[in-house]
């Protein structure tokens, strides 16, 4: 049974890599017509180095996604404290209005958001991305830090209370060192949604002001080169590059491991 | 902020603000974004669903419920309308069976830090660009693809199995994208269950399939049911993947409202289609309601 199920994983992952492992070798195959037998060649990279476009598109995407890790990480942590620590009216609504940018699909908030953003002269472009990812992300850090609250128990918190702390002190040595990991993984959570949008990013961008997710998909539709390949595979070890970091300073349900 | 150091001896609720305004302030910032890019938004799109036709230039604005007939009026909608739905019926069951059937084999056939790596190496896909794994497909599953040269290393005079451009081709590049959020899910469900409620079933003589559907299942159903609200409902709005991996015969919904914003430039069709959709979505999730309940509750 233990090792029918490892099988059935192994199969699992052979399916979530193939087509990754498919796009990384097509980056260093000769042909621009992605044709077999492999010919080794390291000339899409060369030629990326000369590709401004997709350059500043993927930087664009590396800022965006982290400028809303932060702000949504900031704005959802706060937003989960009051909700899961504090007892108030509306606090069933309140959490029922975290829903809509999750559970309603991309492309009508997307569409929503370009009608609302020109209609309001906020326009498209990156700040317009920002806006739109930020609310995309906020209610993924509040649900994954108020789980991450209700796991951790409040007595904590009111036993550094009664041995004298103040409800700030008990927050930041108490409460804040414990919720790190859930803080860490909503952050990275939000990283992830932010760099991997493309269905609202397409409607917000502009020419000249696009992110990568945008840049490929029209690339896909002009004609794909395996340029796209080769951008697409440096930022996708770059990415493994952090998670795995991360995976090893805030292990999942790391609570009470480090000592 | 006062010092911390020796505020000890004084009573804290002299120090905190009122408390409601505490929380206000906890609340406010992200209620306020979620409300300028989401909920503002909405309704603007909503009156737009009402229009005649975009209100660009000088042009009168007319109020109209012509848009919301266009199921009436164009039945070819509800073709691509059946088309969408069954997709995302397909894409759902497929990531329940196999996403459900990893957690399973993480949680129980896997332990520490190998269970830590392959949980690792399952949700990495997600942090990949979904525009290149869909791209990426279209490499393998089309005629003369990896898949046709795969197969032919075995038997050299194999008939193509290449099936890019078909609704099982977007079946399967929508599964592959959104397969980890199951895994993950479930996996989460799976690992609060304690090991005694199985092994009390198993000294009591349960087999596997009793305790699969007896135990497992209905306890871990809050995690099912979540991550297939999470795969559903991006699913049913879905354009990138159906023009990819479809060709011609990926017609969906998302498509046809993607073109009403960027080819027809008809912004109220496309938002009176939208809506339509968003009541399809709300419907999914009145269904479900009493096992969300039930999660959010626990």
Redesign the interface.
């Known amino acids: 049974?233990?090792s029918l199920?490892?099988i059935?994983?192994g199969l699992?992952?052979v399916?979530?890599?193939?087509?990754?492992v498919?796009?990384a070798a097509?980056g260093f195959n000769a042909s621009p017509l992605?044709a077999?037998p492999f010919d080794f060649s390291t000339h899409w990279y060369e030629e990326l180095a000369g590709n401004g476009r997709l350059i500043e598109a993927g930087w664009n995407s590396i800022w965006l996604a982290v400028l809303t890790a932060v702000i949504a990480t900031?704005?959802?942590t706060?937003?989960a404290?009051?909700?899961w620590r504090?007892t108030?009216r509306g606090r069933a609504i309140?959490?029922i209005?975290?829903l809509?940018?999750?559970?309603?699909?991309?492309?009508?908030?997307g569409?929503?958001?370009?009608?609302?953003?020109f209609?309001t002269g906020i326009g498209r472009g990156l700040h317009a991305m920002l806006?739109?990812h930020?609310?995309l992300a906020?209610?993924y850090v509040?649900l994954v830090v108020g789980t991450g609250l209700q796991t951790l128990r409040a007595d904590l918190e009111e036993a550094a209370?009664s041995l004298?702390?103040?409800?700030?002190?008990a927050f930041f040595r108490v409460t804040l060192p414990l919720l790190m990991p859930s803080i860490v993984g909503a952050a990275l959570f939000a990283f992830?949604v932010s760099?991997?949008q493309?269905?609202i990013s397409y409607?917000l961008s502009v020419p000249g002001m696009t992110t990568?997710?945008v840049e490929?998909?029209s690339a896909?539709?002009k004609g794909?080169t395996p340029e796209?390949?080769a951008i697409?595979t440096i930022?996708?070890v770059a990415?493994?590059i952090v998670?795995?970091g991360f995976?090893r300073f805030a292990?999942?349900g790391g609570i009470g491991e480090r000592s | 902020m006062p010092p911390e150091v020796g505020a000890a001896g004084l009573p804290a609720t002299r120090r905190r603000m009122p408390p409601w305004l505490a929380t206000a302030a906890l609340l406010l910032p992200s209620y306020a974004w979620l409300t300028l890019a989401v909920l503002l938004p909405l309704t603007a799109m909503f009156v737009f669903s009402f229009l005649h036709a975009t209100p660009l230039g000088n042009k009168p604005v007319v109020w109209t419920l012509e848009q919301y007939r266009a199921f009436h009026d164009q039945p070819y909608l509800l073709g691509v309308a059946w088309t969408s739905l069954a997709i995302g019926l397909w894409t759902t069951g497929i990531c329940a069976v196999v996403g459900f059937a990893a957690a399973l084999a993480l949680v129980r056939a896997t332990a520490g830090r190998t269970r830590e790596t392959l949980l690792i190496l399952v949700l990495l896909p997600f942090w990949t660009n979904g525009l290149v794994r869909v791209f990426s497909w279209t490499m393998v599953i089309r005629e003369g693809g990896f898949l046709d040269v795969f197969v032919r290393w075995f038997w050299p005079s194999a008939p193509s199995l290449g099936f890019l451009y078909t609704t099982p081709a977007i079946v399967l590049g929508l599964v592959h994208g959104y397969l980890p959020y199951m895994v993950l899910t479930c996996y989460i469900a799976l690992l609060s269950i304690d090991d005694a409620v199985i092994e009390a079933a198993q000294s009591l003589g349960a087999r596997w399939w009793t305790v699969l559907f007896k135990i497992l299942v209905p306890l871990a159903a809050p995690g099912l049911v979540t991550g297939a609200i999470l795969i559903f409902v991006p699913v049913i709005g879905a354009f990138m993947e159906p023009r990819i991996l479809g060709g011609r015969v990926g017609v969906t919904m998302g498509t046809v409202i993607e073109d009403q914003f960027t080819q027809a430039f008809n912004w109220p069709l496309g938002s009176a289609l939208a809506f339509t959709m968003l009541a399809v979505v709300l419907a999914v999730f009145a269904t479900f309601s009493g096992v969300l309940r039930r999660s959010a509750a626990t």
């Open positions: 049974m233990t199920a490892r059935f994983l699992v992952l399916f979530l890599y193939l087509p990754i498919v796009m097509m992605y077999l900031a704005l959802g706060l937003a404290l009051a909700l504090r108030f309140l959490r209005l975290l809509p940018p999750i559970a309603i699909p991309w492309l009508i908030t569409t929503a958001m370009l009608v609302f953003f209609w806006i739109g930020v609310a906020i209610p509040v209370m004298g702390s103040t409800p700030i002190h992830a760099l991997d493309f269905v409607f990568l997710p490929i998909y896909i539709r794909f796209i390949n697409s930022l996708l990415s493994m998670i795995l995976a292990r999942p």
